[in-house]
């Protein structure tokens, strides 16, 4: 499974940024099967869980993302998406997107957003 994350860049707070990440060398009924998640890394700073998406549909947020960040998948793109609105100087980060099939979780390379205030 190879991922390609993109769709970061410098926002000023209160801005919106729409992460994708195509998934290639994957087959469809796998993908649909996997669970997706973000990822983000703050410079020193361990790597921590912002949102995911199960096969079945059911998400879960990191507390300080709630109900400004989606996560989101198109089966037919294979790819997973995460909508970002109201942004803050603290969601600065590397965002890593990652798929957990039944053979391991495959991360993408990350990209970069930042925020600033």
């Known amino acids: 499974v190879q991922l390609q994350a993109s769709g970061g860049g410098s926002v000023q707070a209160g801005g919106s940024l729409k992460l994708s990440c195509p998934a290639r060398r994957i087959i469809l009924s796998t993908f649909i099967s996997s669970r997706m998640a973000w990822y983000r890394q703050a410079p020193g700073k361990q790597r921590e869980l912002v949102a995911e998406l199960s096969s079945g549909g059911s998400t879960n947020y990191q507390d300080s993302v709630k109900g400004r960040f989606t996560i989101s998948k198109d089966n037919a793109k294979r790819t997973v998406y995460l909508q970002m609105n109201s942004l803050e100087p603290e969601d600065t980060a590397v965002y890593y997107c990652?798929?957990?099939?039944?053979?391991?979780?495959?991360w993408g390379q990350g990209t970069q957003v930042t925020v600033s205030s």
């Open positions: 990652n798929v957990e099939t039944g053979s391991g979780h495959y």
